[in-house]
């Protein structure tokens, strides 16, 4: 079966750092962008980051700039988005989604949700103190 999964989430005090995976089953991630959304409370859910295909573009939305870092790693098939220095309003599900090509975040980042091949379930961050 063919899905990826987040994992990584947690309950973190304001400034802490969580580090999320998200991990393909079934195949590789190797000609996939990765994207990772979240949706607060009561609110739609939005782009955080997305890393494309090649490693070359990378995307963050402005709130997350410089606190944010995602990354991936073709071998494990598996993407990370490293959070530091968290804050209340970073509390969301969190979700990776996948999409194949070979285009920048640039494009990507304007898909629709129903666009993108793969959706994870979502993994809850919480930052309270």
């Known amino acids: 079966q063919l899905h990826i999964a987040e994992s990584g989430g947690g309950l973190v005090q304001p400034g802490g750092s969580l580090r999320l995976s998200c991990v393909a089953s079934?195949?590789?991630?190797?000609?996939?962008?990765i994207g990772w959304f979240r949706q607060a409370p009561g609110k739609e859910r939005e782009g955080v980051s997305c890393?494309?295909?090649?490693?070359?573009?990378?995307w963050y939305k402005d709130s997350v700039k410089g606190r944010f870092t995602i990354a991936r790693d073709n071998v494990k098939s598996t993407n990370y988005l490293q959070m530091n220095n968290l804050t209340p309003e970073d509390t969301a599900i969190y979700f990776c989604a996948a999409i194949s090509g070979p285009k920048s975040c640039t494009y990507y980042r304007d898909r629709a949700e129903s666009e993108w091949n793969y959706w994870g379930q979502g993994t809850q961050v919480t930052v309270s103190s």
């Open positions: 890393i494309n295909a090649s490693g070359g573009s990378i």
């Open positions: 079934g195949f590789s991630l190797d000609y996939y962008a």
